[in-house]
């Protein structure tokens, strides 16, 4: 199984778990975002990022050029607390 398959069945399972207003919701906040024109801003697979400077968990601010330079870089976005 390939890992859109997957990601196709989670999302399938997901909104099978939701009650119907919290899964219209959502769909409609994605419709919402396609609809602005979002999608032909996003990075495509493949593209490079921009150089960026964020603070990291503790607040201390990060260069993405600095953490390159120390070998390969991923990222991770949270929504912070539930």
């Known amino acids: 199984m390939s890992l859109q398959e997957?990601?196709?069945?989670h999302k399938a399972r997901s909104a099978g778990n939701r009650p119907p207003e919290i899964r219209e919701a959502l769909?409609?906040?994605?419709a919402e975002l396609r609809a602005s024109g979002i999608m032909e801003r996003?990075?495509?697979p493949g593209a490079r990022a921009p150089q960026?400077?964020?603070?990291?968990?503790n607040g201390a601010m990060v260069s993405s050029a600095d953490l390159l330079g120390r070998g390969p870089l991923v990222?991770?976005?949270?929504?912070?607390?539930?």
């Open 52 to 57: 960026f400077t964020l603070p990291n968990q």
């Open 27 to 30: 769909e409609r906040g994605t």
């Open 42 to 44: 996003v990075l495509k």
């Open 6 to 9: 997957k990601l196709n069945a």
């Open 75 to 82: 990222l991770s976005f949270y929504r912070g607390h539930w």
